[in-house]
């Protein structure tokens, strides 16, 4: 069986740039403020929708597909092939986290209206952490 | 109204920041991936939206964002196939298969609620 350790790498932070902190900071509010607006416009129930839009996802893995290039540029590896590699890993890794987000919106569903704010969304985000990485953990054992 | 604005892009951005640093730190990359659907617009939306609206209507957007995760979960495995089996650009691919997130959860809101 294959094993494979999730490793916590603090350097990583260090190595990417400002301004590729800024544009995910730009992209989620701007993503956040639409979220609202579209709520404000059409109800809650299309609103809803909007709060797992994956608007962020593509200048993220855009990020990673670079972040790649620029290290295989360095080895001389076939840049543009890992940066699509890279890219296509962490989309593989988004799905499974998204059941871990439809985990977290049902928690908040049934939650919200009997309990105070930060217990329901402390609650849904544990929601989220355990399912997805109970996918991600699964998905390892079986392939 | 702008104040408010201002407000949901400062608190979204923040939000989103802190999660994509985490997962930028994480290793391997799969695991990493998990926090491209971290729920960071969410935990923003819905905390400004319980203080503005109440519980009730905030509880009724976080039923129908069930039906967005189920979308994001298509919209992410179709970007996964396609990067990994065709030579397709990474942004292209990513931003015009947005229209898929787009055509499932409206499809599944019109068949599901509407």
């Known amino acids: 069986m294959r094993v494979m350790i999730v490793k916590l790498n603090v350097e990583s932070i260090r190595e990417t740039k400002w301004s590729e902190y800024a544009t995910r900071f730009v992209f989620g509010g701007i993503v956040t403020v639409l979220a609202g607006l579209i709520a404000d416009r059409f109800g809650p129930v299309v609103g809803g929708l909007f709060l797992a839009f994956p608007a962020i996802f593509p200048a993220g893995a855009s990020l990673i597909a670079e972040h790649e290039t620029d290290k295989k540029e360095k080895t001389g590896a076939n840049r543009t092939r890992r940066g699509r590699h890279a890219a296509g890993v962490d989309a593989g890794g988004a799905a499974m986290g998204c059941v871990g987000l439809m985990a977290f919106a049902a928690v908040a569903w049934r939650v919200l209206p009997r309990f105070a704010l930060w217990e329901t969304l402390a609650l849904a985000t544990v929601a989220w952490t355990v399912l997805a990485i109970m996918v991600w953990f699964i998905r390892q054992r079986v392939l | ?114």
């Open chain 2, 1 to 114: 109204m702008i104040n408010e604005l201002l407000l949901r892009f400062v608190i979204g951005g923040a939000v989103v920041s802190v999660f994509a640093i985490l997962g930028s730190a994480l290793k391997p990359k799969s695991f990493a991936g998990l926090f491209g659907a971290a729920p960071s617009v969410a935990l923003a939306t819905l905390t400004l939206t319980v203080m503005k609206k109440g519980a009730p209507y905030a509880a009724i957007e976080a039923r129908s964002m069930i039906l967005g995760a189920v979308a994001f979960f298509l919209y992410a495995s179709l970007v996964c196939y396609l990067l990994m089996r065709r030579k397709l650009p990474v942004l292209a691919t990513t931003a015009v298969s947005l229209i898929v997130w787009i055509g499932c959860a409206l499809g599944l809101w019109v068949i599901l609620v509407g």
